[in-house]
């Protein structure tokens, strides 16, 4: 599978974004698909991720209530709606495609297969 991210940009605090990953090549609901960012200087981090036919969900505390991810199966996307956002989540956004991953390790970037190229995410302050 390939994937393609897209949606990136700048935005004051507070603002939102939805992010977009486009799967080609393969049905998007074969796999687990997670987005992972990546702010100068620090470790890939999991934000979010969302489980096969979309039945279970994943977030990082750091953006649970604020950030919602869903796919559409038709479009074989992947969506992440990021509101209220803050200086904090400035980085790179990544989707990532595994097809089996244990719900305690959604969050490692290591058990991802497949990646997308990154996109920038800006909020300013």
């Known amino acids: 599978v390939q994937l393609q991210a897209s949606g990136g940009g700048l935005v004051q605090a507070g603002g939102s974004l939805r992010l977009s990953c486009a799967a080609s090549g393969s049905p998007s609901d074969n796999y687990v698909i997670a987005w992972f960012r990546q702010a100068p200087g620090k470790e890939r981090e999991g934000v979010s991720g969302?489980?096969?036919?979309?039945?279970?969900?994943y977030y990082s505390d750091s953006v649970k209530g604020r950030f919602t991810i869903s796919r559409d199966s038709a479009k074989n996307v992947v969506y992440l709606q990021m509101n209220i956002l803050k200086p904090d989540d400035t980085a790179v956004y990544y989707c990532?495609?595994?097809?089996?991953?244990?719900?305690?390790?959604?969050?490692?970037?290591?058990?991802?297969?497949?990646w997308g190229q990154g996109t920038q995410v800006t909020v300013s302050s």
């Open positions: 969302i489980s096969r036919r979309g039945l279970f969900r």
């Open positions: 990532a495609a595994v097809g089996v991953v244990s719900e305690n390790n959604w969050h490692s970037a290591r058990e991802y297969q497949y």
